[in-house]
């Protein structure tokens, strides 16, 4: 049982890790859009709007990453959980659940991705139609 319970805590410490890595981020995301929008703002430069497409629509894809990724530890978790002891062989390979969770492409666009990034790509969007109007 002992060495069920140290894969198991193996397997948490890397969930732990890839939703931190996502919430980080999130809000790396939301400062470099702030910081190029303050940079427009004060330089009366709209390229630096433009700009800010990059690191957001970068964020995004790389969210995406991290949350497939943590997906993927969670159905190892659950697969590790449910095998005997004698079966225990600390493999952190997650090649075996690969299947059982969405695409990398589809974990983008899922619904919760989509609205926080989305949110930020449409102001985005907003910010240049102002300043376009200006």
Same mark, same amino acid.
């Given at each position: ?49 433009? *700009? +800010?497409? =990059? ?11 991290? $949350?497939?990724?943590?997906? !993927? ?39 919760? *991705? +989509?609205? =926080? ?11 240049? $139609?102002?300043?376009?109007? !200006?």
């Amino acid at each position: 049982m002992e060495a069920k319970l140290k894969h198991l805590e193996m397997i948490q410490g890397v969930i732990n890790r890839m939703a931190n890595n996502s919430f980080l981020l999130k809000g790396w995301s939301v400062i470099l859009v702030s910081g190029l929008f303050a940079l427009a703002a004060k330089d009366s430069n709209k390229l630096y709007i433009y *700009l +800010s497409y =990059f690191p957001s629509l970068a964020f995004w894809v790389l969210d995406g990453y991290f $949350l497939r990724q943590e997906k !993927l530890y969670r159905k190892l978790y659950d697969k590790v959980r449910s095998i005997n002891d004698s079966e225990i062989d600390f493999s952190m390979d997650t090649s075996s659940v690969t299947n059982q969770v969405h695409t990398w492409s589809e974990v983008i666009f899922s619904k919760t *991705l +989509s609205f =926080f990034h989305g949110v930020i790509v449409l102001t985005i969007l907003l910010v240049m $139609l102002i300043a376009s109007l !200006l």
